[in-house]
Every structure is written in C-alpha cells, then in structure tokens.
C-alpha cells in the first residue's frame, strides 16, 4: 500500500483544523501521515494537535512575517516522508473518501487537481459549531439541494462518484474539464514535485506560486494534469475573503521564466534537505 503524506497548510485556525483532522480520522484509506505546514507559530496550535495522538502528524512551523505560505510548504515537502503528496489548505474539510480517490487516480508524471464546494456562511457555522459533522454532510448532501441555488457554492463539485464506477468510467473519466491546479486540493507523486524543486520561494506573499506558477512549471518538466473533480472532493469553509496579492512585477517574471522554459526553481525545497 502506498504512504501519502497530506501536507495542511494552516495559519491560526484551529477550529477548522480540528475538522479536517476529524474528517482524516474518518479516512477509508489508511496509510497516510498528516504533515501540518502552518504558516505560524501558535501555541493553540500544539496543543489541538496534541489531541490527535492516534493521527499520524507531522508539525511544521516557523515565524509569522507575513504570508510566507510557500516558504512553509517547501518546509513541510522537506519533512514529508509519503511517495505520494496531497495538498490541502487549512479551510478544506475532505471528504472520507479524500485520499482514496486521489490514490486510486494517481500516476506518475501526472498531477491531479481537485476543486472543492464552497460551503455558505450558514452551512459552514453549522460545521465550526458541531450542529452535525462533514461525513453527516457528505452522505446527507443531497438534503442540502437549496446551495445549489447559490451558483458560487458550485454544487455539483460536492457530488462524489466511485473512480471505480460505471458512470465516472463510462461518462466523465475522459470528458473534457477544467485541469489548473488549485492549490487548495491537487496531488503528485513527491520525486515529480522534488524535480522541479517544490514550490518558488520568490513568489511568497502573493497567490502565484501556490497554483499558477505550478501549473506551468509541472507541465514543462513534462507532468501531465487530470482532473480528480467528484472523486477527491472537499467542503472550503465560508470566510471573509482576503486579498491574498498579487504583485505584477513577479508576475512579469513569471511569465519570463515560463518563456525561457526555467522550471527548476532556484529558490525551492533544496534548501531545507539534509545534506
């Protein structure tokens, strides 16, 4: 059976922490560790993780400077001891069938980008209030028909179909999707993701290097991307959005390197191997 590591990239939310941990205690794949990258250094922290002892967790943390979000990545990818890597961000609950189905999908060169149902703030304070769980939700979504009157939850991203079924099989396995990774919910094998060095230091405090810079850097080093949609699924908790930034002078940079085929980052995950 193959290790993964699920690598949580989490900064000071710990109630939403403790749903995702109690959502991978309900794992119907068993041979995982749980690689907590949190862009922090919170006692809170600690102290939730020390409830989880039947988990096995990894804690990866550093200062808070500001969003360094890659930075904590690359530290976390470092730590990972999985062949096989799954990033999620700190307000993603996965579904039970989470890792299975990004391991039943997975392939070497191949990198699988999942999409999530962006729960409403209702739904979500129901969840952080512990009105009922993320697996009574899971198996119950049908009961809540009414989000998908609100075309930005994106209902149909929350509908699970068995990878090994006949209709995903038969009707959605080779239809055209969308396959840019987000960086909230996609996998690869860990050598694919060591050859291009992880995650560009260089782009920390601005969304790039999370997904965009990925999907480029991935697919000229010779990645194919599949969508792992309604396989791999995950409930994104409501929250106030932030401006995450995006600066167009790294932007511009980016879109150099990508014209110069520089997919090896220079400032990676490198730095924090052993020697």
Known sequence: MMKVSVIVTVYKNTIALKLILDA????????????????????????????????????????????????????????????????????????????????????????????????????SNDLRNNKYTSIYLEQNYWRFFRLMRDKTVKYEQGIYLNPKGVIYNKFIKNSKRNVSILGCNFSCFKSDFMAINGFDESYAGTALGDDTDLDWRFRAYGCSLKSCKNVANVFHLYHEVFDRGEATDRLVLMKQREKDNLFICQKGVDQYLAS
């Open 24 to 123: 991978l205690r309900r794992q119907t794949y068993k041979e995982f560790e749980v690689v907590v990258a949190e862009d922090d250094q919170d006692d809170a922290m600690k102290v939730l993780l020390a409830q989880y002892d039947d988990l096995n967790i990894l804690h990866v943390s550093h200062e808070d400077k500001g969003m360094r979000k890659n930075i904590i990545q690359n530290k976390a990818l470092a730590k990972a001891n999985g062949e096989y890597l799954i990033f999620i961000d700190g307000d993603c609950i996965p579904y039970s069938t989470f890792i299975e189905g990004h391991v039943i999908l997975a392939e070497e060169k191949t990198v699988l980008s999942g999409r999530r149902v962006n729960l409403d703030e209702v739904v």
